[in-house]
């Protein structure tokens, strides 16, 4: 799940700050020719959960890596079953270093692709009109296949880091029930102990008019949580209507739900973030975000701040219905009906605290709020599970990335967000360790293609995202 914050707007469109493909260094010719290869071989792996699989592309992986000199005792591959195999590498650092490993974990899972809903096959490799598409093109074959080909890069070139880095290439993170991250972590602790962790699964520089306008790190996430909605009643014949029709009872708990937002909070990420953008946006946007981070709030300028759904998402948990369903004939009176209501909790919030603000939403003694989890498991309480705090901007951390962005985008402010979705650093976050959504592949804010059909990629901003990860990975381990 990569999804980055919009709403970023220039007060200075039309000034070229970083446009892609110009400036900066360039990824060389062979290294072109490697990751694009690299990247071709992974998309036309399927390894959707239905049928696909990641073991495949862990396998794929490996044999790149042996191929260019990495010994096999640092290519592990470990997963729970012939499917599932994750894949961890290790870049061997400086000998005797005692500083603990770098982690960058990359899901090679993609989301479920239908090729008649497609106007490419997503499991072909396609270049088109300056694009890359196929499933996994953003959402995260792009990242994994440029992690891989860094790594063979800097081998080739003899780099020898100041500390271990380990790539960990995994399982399910959009789907399934074997997640590779949590699985490593739980079966394999040793394989994943590191300082801090890198997952370009988030974070990422934004394009507006082929323009790169910010790089943002995602800092903290939203929890995820599905709640399952139920009402029964004895039902009956449709000749004969009742006020307490399931359906019905429903409706009115679902009206409560759109009528009741969740209330609007300013954490420290998304108050850094929007102090950030206000710095560079038009004066229209600027003055509303003054309002929204005001002490005290200007009521005003948050309902109006809220009307973009991006906007919402960032100052308050929502919820809402995603699926219905309910009744049993045409001439029956439905003696149950269920929807399921989709959660994505601001941190500091737990999942259970979440469905006890639900119950006292729908106020009906009578409707069963019942958590459910991933694997489909309904329990009657949810997991006190939540986002944890966001971790320091270690400067580990943050002075490369500066460092790398004003050459390869000068003039942009690298932004922490808070994303709206949920990656697999709540694993890694859970244990311990800092976590970082960095991504140097520009996406441009309105061609947000992740899940969804004809899923594609800038050709250049593929390249571009090669030369940053790697130049990323040097400066951070600069001995
Ligand atoms: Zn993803």
Redesign the pocket.
Known sequence: ??WMALGLVLAVSGTAVGQVPSGGPQLPEQDRVLSRQIFKEFIEINSQDSNGSVTAVAEAARKELLAAGFAPEDLILAGPNGRKQNLVVRYRGAAGSTLKPILIIG?IDVVEARKEDWTTDPYQFVEKDGYFYGRGTQ??KDSDAIAVESFIRMKREGWVPKRDIVLAMTAD??GGASNGVDWLLKNRPELMKAEFVLNP?AGGVELRDGHATAMEVEATEKTYADFKLTTTNPGGHSSLPRPDNAIYELMHALEKLEANPFPIEVNPVTHAELGEEAKIAEPARAKLIAGVLAEPRDTNAVAEFVKAPTDNAKLRTTCVATMLGGGHAPNALPAMATANVNCRILPGHSQEQTRQELIKIFDDPKLKVEYMADDGTITPVAPGRESLAPPPPLPEVFNPLRAVTAEMWPGIPVIPIMEPGA?DSTYTMMAGMPSYGVNGVAIDYNDLR?HGKDERVRVESFYRGAEFYYLYLKALTKP
Do not use: A, I, Q
């Open positions: 799940m990569r899901h959402d995260m993170e959009e699964d990656t992740m």
